[in-house]
């Protein structure tokens, strides 16, 4: 995987995690990953984030509520 931002701490967009940044956060918490496992990682939430957007907007807000 070859993202831009591997290592910088600053994204290149508002709201993006880099790799360095999801190993702190994990690391906090006791899971060590690679630089490697945390690109999966990011675009794992990124497609789940798209599919979950993707279908509240389809679907509607109403279908989401209790």
Known sequence: MNR???????????????????????????????EDEAEIILDFVSKMSKIAIDQYLRLGKKAFED
């Open 4 to 34: 831009k931002n591997i290592g910088d701490d600053s994204p290149e967009t508002a709201g993006e995690m880099t790799p360095s940044q999801v190993m702190k956060i994990l690391a906090k918490h006791g899971t060590v990953v690679t």
